[in-house]
Every structure is written in structure tokens, then in C-alpha cells.
């Protein structure tokens, strides 16, 4: 063996050994090989300069890693660094050599955004060093993060309550997912009515002024004015005031970076960030096709919009060849990102071959790879096309007091949407002359309220953390996570609410440590680690001017913030065991509870009524026998096994809706179901058949691949839409 890689993933490092020789040998690290401990701070004070020193140490579990990278390391010629090109990869390259004994800048260290030949090929000839700045940056925001989660959390959980945690990102995250929830709560719904009137030729219209006064969404504010025009317009004649048409171009998307990924995967596929991030990685590390194992898309952890000549080369060749001229601008089309850290020597995410199209990619991907490959690829080839083109389309009809305005649309030319897709059908409004009579059909009041801006879901949480400028790539998902983790917030319906706790620990950190939840601060520290990696600051200097006060904000806490912990003694014996009763708080607000928990879990409200139990039923467990109790959530009540938590059987009180169509994938009957997220279907032949669905299937066979249908109601009306091929199918059609 002449040469040794190192890379991080053994999915990675498969890869990779298929397009060398046997001259070289791929081997996998299995991610970071040195980091702080977990058992202790792991960051020391340097009494002479003051600097603060990363005391790093290898996990016991990663040492035959270690031995066997010492081992081949030293039979090679070369080693060569191949971790990921960003900050964290560049980490992991440094701390690889400092564990195998090596001097980390004497090492060749080779980048790629793709894992092809011809990519791999192209980082063994342009060999460079690992670069400490980025090396500097990622230790950087290491310990900071180790600063504020060691130092700050153990104060959470003495003042507030055990098992809290604080974090640099993770506690700004919390604070607009906070900022929100008290938004919503606060809210003032004000009321306000509309009047639609449908005229001759079946065109639908909307008041647009009446007596000379602009009608917008809050105008009408109460039934009696809206009585007042409704009335006006019924005893009015009415003429064509005006007809215009104006063209205009939708703009083709640019390629997809991690932020937009990880929103358009939530929203489309219904992917979380997690998963989609998951799913990315075994695209890019190696899929078995017909071309041998590679890589089929560029790096996925990115904030850059940038792409090769030679991808959208590429592009240009496949939309001419497929599509036509007309569907190929001019000059290739350039994004550029307007994140202010955005590195632009890296790359958008991409297919890395354009010939590997959907069609193709389907005989080798998974259900998952294959949605979100298909995102990417047709995002990708998107925004090399040339623009759409509408027509719009006002009409507007003339009273004596009143007047009502129509809107319709047409597609022109579908540009890029010949990929993507486009929802919105064409609503054309008839030629009608100027000056021309028409008579008025029909016409409603409708009373409506303004609603709270919505809590966010996982795409629009990343969404503003990207606007705010708070975390990166990497960090995104993991923060999302990792609140949820830490049960600082639920997801329901796919929407992100807060729990109760977190509300305490916000309101305590805003107090007493305003700059770790303030979205500003964590951006501008965010920008600070940038010139880090830059070579423009010292890392040192950032450390130190966060360490100090912050330290000295810490010891002030323990002395001086009021423990929020209620644990009252109400002078009562418990009924059962005799203990104290305390006063507790919950999520629900406060209760009465045995000090001798969780051995004595006797509870009661605070006027003294018991807490109810579990109700019995006669019903057992198919799963392991014991009685089914019912229980209350916070959808309702629900069955649940006596057993809980050695069985954690549950289902619904109502009995399960049966469908008259059969499973697509085994024929086996299809039951409504309750879970976590609401109802789905399901097949009862699980889990030896995993067919589910988030709406109800139908028996209509989808005309483009023959596969069953299911039944969704969207803004627009009622559609079929395939489970396979998602391909859609207007139920007024």
C-alpha cells in the first residue's frame, strides 16, 4: 500500500475505494476521533497569557479506530486528509493527524463537492494543507458552545429545575419559537366582512370601492355596513368600466443551499430537516447505478449558490436536447448567495450527472432518495431554464356607488415550470366590450376575523434563523432537534409549540443572560467566527471577550437569581404513604403532589379534588395480555395498556374506519388509524406490509403509472393525487 485516505464515512470510503487502484487505501475515521470530554469541562486557563486551552481526549469506544489508522499510517507513503470541506470537516482532519502522531499542515489534504471519478481524481492531483484558520474557527464555536452549555445549565437546573439545559444557538432558537407563541396568545382578532358577487357569464367578483373609498381587507368592519353596500349594489346597474392584460415572467428558483433544501423538503415531501439531511448524506456519499458506485449529488451541507462551468454546461446540453430552444435562455444564468458568510468557493447542491434524470435514478434509489433526488435534479435543471410567462388579467364593472373587480390569469409560456410544475390553473375572463351592460347574478356578505401570524413549522423556523443570520448549514437541523430532545417544544400537526418549562427558562435567561437569547448577539458571533475562518481575527481574542463577563455573570447568578423551583410543603400527609405533600408546578400549572415521588404518585388539584385515574375497561393487551385502561391526552381520551411503560400499546376509543380499496402494494384491507400527527391509513397486514397514508386513498388508478389514488383537499379545491408518482389530477376534472 503506497497511499492512505482517510475520510469520515465508511458508506463514504466504499465509495471512494471503487474509482483506485490498489494503490491506495480508503479508510473511514467514523466521524470525530478527538473531542472535549464528556465528563468533565475540558477547557483550562493558561496563566501566563490567559488564552483558554481545549484539553482533548479520544472516547474509549473510538480507540481501535485510532490503533488501526496508527497502524495503516505508518505502512504508507502518503496520507492524505480527505474529510468533508467545511469548517467541522477540516476539524475532523486536524484532529485525525494530531491522533495518529502526524503534523497536521505536513499532511496533503484533498477537497471535493462530488464523490465521482473524475472529482476524486481531480483532489488527488490538486493536493493542498488543512487549513488552521477553518481548524481555528470550528474550535472556536466548540468551545463557546462547551462555555455556555457547561457553565449556563447547571444553574437552570438549580434554580429552576433538574435535566435543563442552555445553549448558544439552540437558546436564541427558543426565544423567537417563544416570541411567537406569546404573539399568538396575545393576539386581538379584529372582525371583518367581505361581499363577492358573481355576474352574468359566471365571473366571480370582489368589491373594489364603493362611494369613491377603496375597499381593502379591513374596511368593512361590521354587518351593518356590509348590509349597507350589498344592498346599494343589488339596486345598481352595472357596465364594463375597464378590461386590462398585462404580461409579466416568473422568475426560474436558484439552486437549492441546505436552508432552502431542508424548507422545500418539509413543505413538498414532508420530510423534517433531520431526515432530509439523512437522506442527502447517502446521495452524496455513493449509490449503486449502472456506472458503478458514486456520489449523486454535490455536498449537501452548503450556503452557497454557486455551480461549475461544467454542471450547468451540462444542463444547457440536456434542456436543449429535451426541451428546445425556447426553453434555453440566452447566457447561463448565475446566483450568487446573499448570506454575508457564504463561501463561494463551494457549491450549490446539484446532481452530480445530469444524465442520471429521474427516470433513470428510480431503478436504483429508495422511495425517500428518490423524492428528494427528484427535488434537487429538477430544482437544479429549473434554474438553468428560461422564466414563465403569465397574463394577468382585470376586469372591472361599474355601479353608480359601487364597483366590483375580477381577476383571471393564463399561462403563456410555462419556461421552467415544463419541470417544477405549476398548481395554479388558468382562470380566463370573457372579452367583453368597454362601456358594455351586465348583470349582476348573485351576491354575498361573508363575516371573517384576522388571524395570529401561525407558530412556526421546521421550514419556517430555519427560514428565520437564516434571515436572522443564526447558526449555519450544519447547525440548523441539529438545533431543531435538539429542543425537542431537551423537551423544550412538541411538534404538533407539524407545527412547533412550546412547553411550559420553556416559557421559565426564556424568561430567566432574558433576565439575567439577555445576550445568549438574543438573535443579534448569536449572529454577530456568528459573523466573528467567519473572520476566524478567514485568517482576519484571532480566535483567542473572541474567547476571551466572551469568557470573563460571562464567567462573572455566572457566579452573580448562583448568589443572586431567586429559585424558581415551587416545591411547597402544604403541611399534609399523604393518603397513601404518609409522606409531606408539596405544591408543585406543571405544564398545566400548579398541583398538589407526594414528596415520596415517583415511589408514591398520589397527586390532587390545588382545591383538593383527586386527580382521576386511568379508567379500567375490559379489554386486554394483544400484546402482552394485561387490561387496557382508558386514559386522557391531549387530543382526547384514548386506550392505553395497564402495563405502560413495559408496553407501550395505544389506540383509538372509536372504532377503526375500514376502506372498501385495497392496499396497492399487498391487497390486504386499509384501516384508519390514529397516531402521533393525526389519522392516516394504513395496511392491516403490518408490519409485513409498510404501505401508509397521510390521506385517504380512493379507488381511482393514476393515469401515468396505473398505481392507486388518494383524495386531498387543498386551497384550490379537491384533488387525486398519486401515491407513487405524486402526479395530480384536479377533482373537478
Known amino acids: 500500500m503506497k497511499n492512505l485516505i482517510i475520510v469520515?464515512?465508511?458508506?463514504?470510503?466504499r465509495t471512494i475505494s471503487t474509482f483506485l487502484s490498489k494503490d491506495y487505501k480508503v479508510i473511514a475515521s467514523k466521524g470525530h476521533i478527538r473531542d472535549l470530554p464528556k465528563s468533565t469541562f475540558g477547557i483550562t486557563i493558561n496563566d501566563e497569557s490567559g488564552d483558554l486551552v481545549p484539553k482533548y481526549s479520544i472516547p474509549r469506544d473510538v480507540n481501535p479506530v485510532v490503533k488501526e489508522l496508527k497502524k495503516l499510517s505508518k505502512e504508507a507513503e502518503t496520507v492524505f486528509i480527505a474529510t468533508d470541506e467545511d469548517r467541522e470537516g477540516e476539524a475532523i482532519g486536524y484532529h485525525i493527524a494530531m491522533a495518529i502522531g502526524k503534523e497536521p499542515t505536513?499532511?496533503?489534504r484533498i477537497v471535493f463537492h462530488e464523490i465521482t471519478k473524475s472529482a476524486i481524481q481531480h483532489a488527488l492531483d490538486n493536493p493542498?494543507?488543512?487549513?488552521?484558520d477553518s481548524v481555528d474557527a470550528q474550535q472556536t464555536r466548540r468551545m463557546l458552545d462547551?462555555?455556555?452549555?457547561?457553565?449556563l445549565s447547571p444553574l437552570l437546573a438549580s434554580k429552576i429545575q433538574k435535566g435543563l439545559s442552555a445553549g448558544r444557538v439552540q437558546s436564541s432558537t427558543l426565544k423567537i419559537v417563544i416570541e411567537r407563541e406569546r404573539e399568538i396568545k396575545a393576539f386581538i382578532p379584529e372582525e371583518f366582512w367581505t361581499i363577492d358577487a358573481l355576474f352574468e357569464k359566471n365571473i366571480e367578483a370582489s368589491i373594489y370601492d364603493y362611494n369613491g373609498l377603496k375597499i381593502d381587507k379591513l374596511t368593512i368592519k361590521n354587518e351593518a355596513d356590509a348590509k349597507e353596500i350589498v344592498?346599494?349594489?343589488?339596486?345598481?346597474?352595472?357596465?364594463?368600466?375597464?378590461l386590462e392584460k398585462s404580461k409579466r415572467k416568473t422568475k426560474t428558483p436558484p439552486p437549492f443551499m441546505t436552508s432552502t433544501l431542508q424548507q422545500s423538503a418539509s413543505t413538498q415531501l414532508g420530510f423534517s430537516p433531520k431526515k432530509t439531511m439523512m437522506v442527502a448524506q447517502k446521495l452524496y456519499e455513493g449509490v449503486k447505478t449502472d456506472k458503478g458506485t458514486m456520489g449523486v449529488i454535490t455536498y449537501m451541507r452548503t450556503d452557497s449558490l454557486n455551480l461549475a462551468k461544467e454542471a450547468v454546461s451540462s444542463a444547457r446540453d440536456y434542456i436543449l436536447d429535451n426541451y428546445g430552444e425556447k426553453y434555453l435562455p440566452e447566457k447561463p444564468k448565475v446566483y450568487s448567495s446573499k448570506s454575508k458568510g457564504a463561501q463561494e468557493a463551494h457549491e450549490a447542491i446539484r446532481p452530480t450527472m445530469v444524465e442520471f434524470d429521474v427516470a433513470l435514478a428510480s431503478n436504483y434509489?429508495?422511495?425517500d432518495e428518490l423524492k428528494l433526488y427528484k427535488l434537487i435534479y429538477t430544482r437544479f435543471l429549473a434554474c438553468q431554464m428560461t422564466e414563465a410567462q403569465m397574463e394577468s388579467q382585470s376586469l372591472m364593472f361599474k355601479g353608480d356607488k359601487c364597483t366590483f373587480k375580477a381577476?383571471?390569469?393564463?399561462?403563456l409560456f410555462d419556461g421552467f415550470y415544463r419541470v417544477t410544475g405549476h398548481s395554479d390553473k388558468d382562470k380566463l375572463l370573457p372579452e367583453l366590450t368597454k362601456g358594455q351592460s351586465v348583470s349582476m347574478d348573485d351576491i354575498k356578505d361573508a363575516q371573517h376575523f384576522t388571524e395570529p401570524a401561525p407558530r412556526y413549522n421546521e421550514a419556517s423556523l430555519i427560514k428565520k434563523l437564516e434571515s436572522l443570520g443564526i447558526g449555519r448549514p450544519s447547525t440548523y437541523a441539529p438545533t431543531v432537534t435538539t429542543l425537542q430532545t431537551r423537551k423544550y417544544i412538541e411538534i404538533d400537526k407539524k407545527r412547533i409549540v412550546p412547553t411550559e418549562i420553556a416559557f421559565t427558562v426564556i424568561d430567566m435567561l432574558q433576565s439575567h443572560f439577555p445576550e445568549i437569547v438574543d438573535s443579534g448577539f448569536t449572529s454577530n458571533m456568528e459573523e466573528k467566527l467567519d473572520e476566524v475562518a478567514e485568517g482576519n481575527t484571532n480566535w483567542q481574542s473572541i474567547l476571551k471577550e466572551f469568557y470573563t463577563p460571562f464567567m462573572q455573570k455566572v457566579e452573580d447568578g448562583k448568589k443572586n437569581i431567586k429559585s424558581l423551583k415551587v416545591a411547597i410543603p402544604t403541611g399534609e400527609s399523604c393518603p397513601k404513604c404518609e409522606a409531606e405533600l408539596l405544591l408543585r408546578k406543571g405544564r398545566y400549572g400548579e398541583f398538589i403532589a407526594c414528596s415520596n415521588f415517583p415511589k408514591c404518585k398520589y397527586t390532587k388539584n390545588t382545591d383538593g379534588t383527586e386527580v382521576e385515574g386511568p379508567e379500567e375497561t375490559d379489554e386486554k393487551c394483544e400484546k402482552c395480555n394485561s387490561m387496557m385502561v382508558i386514559k386522557n391526552s391531549k387530543r382526547g381520551k384514548f386506550l392505553a395498556c395497564s402495563a405502560y411503560p413495559k408496553c407501550k400499546n395505544a389506540k383509538s376509543l372509536e372504532a377503526m374506519k375500514e376502506l372498501t380499496v385495497p392496499c396497492p402494494e399487498c391487497g390486504g384491507k386499509l384501516q384508519e388509524r390514529e397516531g402521533k400527527r393525526g389519522k392516516f391509513f394504513g395496511c392491516i397486514n403490518y408490519p409485513k406490509c409498510k404501505f401508509i397514508a397521510n390521506f385517504e386513498p380512493v379507488d381511482k388508478k393514476c393515469p401515468e403509472c396505473d398505481y392507486t389514488m388518494g383524495k386531498k383537499t387543498l386551497k384550490d379545491g379537491e384533488v387525486f393525487v398519486c401515491f407513487k408518482c405524486k402526479h395530480k389530477i384536479s377533482a373537478s376534472e
Open 106 to 108: 505536513s499532511l496533503p
Open 231 to 242: 344592498d346599494c349594489a343589488k339596486s345598481e346597474e352595472f357596465i364594463v368600466l375597464s
Open 146 to 151: 462547551r462555555i455556555v452549555g457547561y457553565k
Open 365 to 367: 434509489l429508495s422511495a
Open 407 to 411: 381577476s383571471g390569469r393564463k399561462l
Open 8 to 13: 469520515e464515512s465508511p458508506a463514504k470510503a
Open 128 to 132: 493542498r494543507k488543512i487549513d488552521m
